[in-house]
């Protein structure tokens, strides 16, 4: 992905600065009022960085799912201050947010959400078509190969096993090259050698086109591809670590009582 890095550098002085992509600065979203009101997230502050693979990690309730939608502007907070490259969307009228989450965002779903109805071909163009746009033929061709799908491009997604349907929503991520992609529970549909293979290829697309990839995961083998796990609890971050094994991962959740 060729000037990605500098697309995201400030220069102060003599020093190229790596900005954040995405900015949380305490954020809180509170669903429902009075009695029944879930503070889902109680002021999280979180800094994503270009170029990684970060993993959130926390018990069923803890939040992620929030966080996620809420970074990704598909939700607003409460109160507090998201930033995506750059922009503050808390603020954003909805097409103007529409707008920005198609230039800057990719989505990668438990479920795959492809449309059954479209090929394999045309569930990978959708965003770029939506967008009135046409990709590269030559990075098209590149990212199908990358992603195996070769000749289950005029395929439906019925006529797909999971890992397929899930390499499409993979491609139809990347077709775009977005700022960053966010993935909820992407193996979480899968069996445990088609979920290495797709996270195989996450981990691909980020050392090699150096795509920024947020993955809520339950699975700490997931977490341990990632260059930083944070964990949640109740709707704060309680700990966070750089690239770790398995057995750590496995450990803290174990320590902090995550389960
Ligand atoms: N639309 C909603 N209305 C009311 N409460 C909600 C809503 N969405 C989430 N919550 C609550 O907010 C809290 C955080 O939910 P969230 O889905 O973010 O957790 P999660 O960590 O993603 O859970 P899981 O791992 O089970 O998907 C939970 O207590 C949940 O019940």
New binding site residues.
């Given amino acids: 992905m060729e000037g990605y890095s500098n697309d995201h550098a400030s220069v102060v002085g003599a020093t190229a600065v790596q900005e954040s992509v995405v900015e949380a600065i305490d954020v809180v979203?509170v669903?429902?009022e009075g009695d029944t009101a879930?503070n889902?997230l109680r002021g999280v502050s979180v800094e994503i960085a270009p170029g990684r693979l970060t993993a959130v990690m926390?018990?069923?309730?803890?939040?992620?799912?929030?966080?996620?939608h809420i970074l990704a502007g598909l939700d607003k907070p409460t109160s507090g201050s998201v930033r995506i490259a750059g922009t503050e969307i808390t603020t954003l009228g909805d097409n103007d947010l529409t707008r920005l989450r198609r230039k800057h965002i990719g989505f990668i779903f438990q479920f795959f959400n492809l449309l059954p109805m479209l090929t394999a071909r045309d569930n990978v163009l959708l965003p770029m078509t939506i967008a009135g746009e046409k990709p590269d033929d030559a990075y098209f061709d590149e990212l199908i190969a990358r992603v195996g799908l070769d000749d289950r491009l005029s395929h439906r997604p019925a006529e797909l096993s999971g890992g397929q349907q899930q390499r499409v929503a993979i491609a139809r991520a990347l077709v775009s090259r977005p700022t960053v992609i966010f993935a909820d529970?992407p193996t979480g549909n899968l069996d445990s050698r088609t979920s290495g293979e797709i996270l195989d290829l996450m981990r691909g697309s980020v050392d090699e086109y150096g795509q920024t990839t947020v993955m809520?995961t339950?699975d700490a083998r997931a977490a341990a591809m990632a260059d930083r796990v944070l964990f949640?609890a109740d709707?704060e971050i309680v700990k966070e670590t750089g690239r770790t094994n398995q057995r750590e991962i496995l450990q803290i959740i174990d320590t902090l009582d995550l389960q």
């Fill in positions: 979203r669903y429902g879930v889902a926390g018990p069923s309730g803890s939040g992620k799912s929030t966080l996620m529970e809520v339950h949640l709707g």
